[in-house]
């Protein structure tokens, strides 16, 4: 699997991912590199975080997006939403072929996979935008066209975080989503009946109320490099110590575009 962090902020837009890639079998977890690459470049102003399954068919996704970058003349000057519309649809097209050859039939008649998703998250800059943003690609939940979705719009800041990323939930906010839902499922068996939304979304506020508060507004980048840092490493070491084969791994990889119109870099 894989963690992405993503902080979008006022100056320009991070994201950072480990280096792990897992190979697995039907007997599960066979092997995993903590040296594989993550995060790519494409054109000089787009930078794109992998997550979930780390190829299909036998290529790595940085393949892929390499082919994606040959095939489609000037998607650089296309405003952002164009070009993840692209992105979905080769990356739909490349996953149903991968899945059928896997299964020796059509995809269509693939009723169940036990396919990992493949996941991208899209950053940067619209050309002549001086307000970065970015998106993320989710195969095969977004199948259908325009069903990307856009995690920050330019001008929306904050942060994000993709794939394995309980450590984070569990850090900034002390429970996760999923530890609430078990609390709510107790409360309702002690009720003897199911809690009404008001009631959940109590909940939910109390949750949110623990949070520690991290101010993005205005954050510098170099600020923004290192939170980002912080929390991909966090999650490294967690799964470092308490799992026998760390699906996140390796060393933390940084990638950022400012407003100044440079390129996405990349950085360890």
């Known amino acids: 699997m894989s ?4 902080c979008n902020l006022s100056d320009g ?3 950072g991912v480990d280096s792990a890639l897992t190979v697995t079998s039907a007997n599960g977890v066979e092997r995993v590199f903590e040296d594989g690459g993550k995060l790519f470049q494409i054109g000089k102003k787009l930078g794109v975080a992998t997550f979930g399954l780390a190829g299909l068919g036998g290529r790595s996704i ?3 997006l390499h082919e994606f970058e040959g095939t489609h003349q000037g998607f650089e000057e296309w405003p952002i939403p164009e070009t993840v519309e692209s992105l979905r649809d080769f990356f739909v097209t490349k996953y149903k072929e991968a899945v059928a050859e896997a299964y020796g ?3 269509e008649e693939v009723t169940e996979t036990s396919w990992q998703t493949t996941g991208l998250v899209v950053v940067g800059y619209s050309p002549g935008s001086y307000l970065s943003e970015a998106w993320e690609i989710r195969i095969p939940d977004h199948v259908e066209p325009g069903s990307s979705r856009q995690v920050y719009k330019p001008g929306s800041f904050g942060l994000a975080w993709f794939a394995l990323s309980d450590p984070i939930e569990r850090y900034l906010y002390g429970i996760s989503l999923q ?11 002690l009720l003897n009946r199911d809690l009404t939304a008001e009631e959940y979304g109590k909940l939910l506020d109390i949750r949110r109320g623990q949070a520690y508060q991290v101010m ?4 510098p980048v170099k600020t923004g490099i290192a939170y980002v840092r912080y929390l991909v490493n966090h999650v490294i ?3 470092r110590f308490t799992e026998p084969h760390p699906t ?5 990889q940084i990638g950022v575009i400012t407003y100044r119109g440079g390129e996405f870099e990349i950085s360890e």
């Open 237 to 239: 070491a967690h799964y």
């Open 62 to 64: 940085g393949s892929f």
């Open 216 to 219: 993005t507004d205005s954050m």
């Open 105 to 107: 039939k059509p995809f």
């Open 3 to 6: 963690v992405a962090v993503l």
């Open 248 to 252: 996140v791994g390796g060393k933390a």
């Open 13 to 15: 837009v991070i994201i």
């Open 179 to 189: 530890g609430l839902g078990e609390i709510a499922d107790y409360v309702k068996e």
